[in-house]
């Protein structure tokens, strides 16, 4: 192929890729819409009933572990450590929720819909390139190529549905604890300790040899500390009833994003950055921060709890 005709083709394949991740960007708003307000909303998270009260604790267990490996081995990758970028692909971002299946579904219906991207580079090469039809080893390139950017960026998009349940967990408990106790408890670990001293306090006054009134002035001066056991179990149970607050968090937060645009935002990040990725002929580059967020939240929390208890 001369040179010359290479470039147009490449042009026009490059051009067909915009064309059709531009149609893809112009489906969010009412992707968006119809999956993330209400009544839609509903009908997207109420798959979590079942199954999915088992898988959120899980991933909210390992979300954490992961967001420390993934930033080691990306540290590592940066240091020339070649094999660590595969690893980071490879490591799974923890189970997949029913939720999670039927919005990446949705996704792939409704915004990587048709056009698809093979018509809108055949399209363009009608257009720029006379008689260069699309050669069967580049479609089957570029749809690859497709493919595994979307399982990559999709994978990544899901983190920030658990992330999500994370950031909602520790309002929710700062909210508790405001409210309740008149403390500030940002998150299930604080909260739980809370509660263990308060037990821990209340069945030390009942116990009091001078009687409840009394028991109640000293232990006030002079509050018991939780051992070790029963700090265990006050976290457990609060993590326990976060875990079920956390498979239905979406009810909350989807339609609070769709309002302030955030999931507008964050899915057109990713195709942004899939487009690039593309073009490029380079690894999936989407890494919503979400995650990192909450991570930065549970270590503020555990911090915190540290220091009160």
């Known amino acids: 192929m001369p040179p010359q005709h290479f470039k147009q083709v490449e042009s026009a394949i490059h051009a067909g890729i915009q064309d059709y991740f531009a149609a893809c960007r112009a489906r ?30 899980l991933n909210l267990l390992w979300a954490p572990i992961y ?19 595969q690893w980071m692909t490879a ?32 399209a363009r090469l009608e257009a720029l390139v006379e008689e260069a039809p699309l050669d069967p080893s580049q479609q089957d390139a570029l749809i690859e190529g497709l493919d595994r950017i979307v399982r990559d960026a999709l994978s990544q998009l899901m983190l920030t549905r658990t992330a999500s349940a994370d950031i909602t967990n520790t309002l929710l408990s700062t ?9 500030f408890t ?20 009942r116990d009091f040899f ?19 056991f029963e700090q265990a179990v006050g ?5 326990m009833l976060l875990s079920v607050v956390a498979s239905f968090s979406g009810l909350l937060t989807d339609p609070f994003q769709a309002h302030t645009r955030l999931h507008q935002f964050r899915l057109r990040r990713m195709l942004n950055r899939m487009e690039r990725d593309l073009i490029q002929k380079s690894a999936s580059s989407f890494k919503p921060i979400d995650p ?18």
């Open 210 to 228: 001078l009687g409840d009134t009394l028991g109640g002035w000293y232990y006030h001066v002079f509050p018991p500390k939780p051992d070790a």
């Open 175 to 183: 909210a508790a604890g405001a409210l309740a106790f008149k403390k």
């Open 28 to 57: 969010v708003p009412g992707f968006v819409r119809r999956h993330f307000r209400y009544p839609g909303c509903w009908a997207t998270n109420r798959a979590a009933f079942g199954l999915d009260l088992l898988r959120a604790p």
């Open 67 to 85: 967001v420390c490996i993934v930033t080691v081995l990306w540290c590592a990758s940066l240091a020339g450590f070649q094999a660590a970028r």
């Open 292 to 309: 990192y967020i909450a991570r930065i939240l549970e270590l503020f929390d555990t911090l915190k709890a540290q220091i009160s208890f």
């Open 91 to 122: 490591l799974p971002g923890g189970l997949t929720t029913r939720v999670q299946t039927q919005i990446n579904r949705a996704i792939q219906e409704e915004i990587f819909a048709d056009p698809s991207l093979k018509a809108c580079v055949v």
């Open 186 to 205: 940002p998150g299930g670990f604080g909260i739980g300790l809370l509660l263990a001293a308060i037990w821990v306090q209340e069945q030390a006054r």
């Open 235 to 239: 976290i457990a149970l609060v993590m």
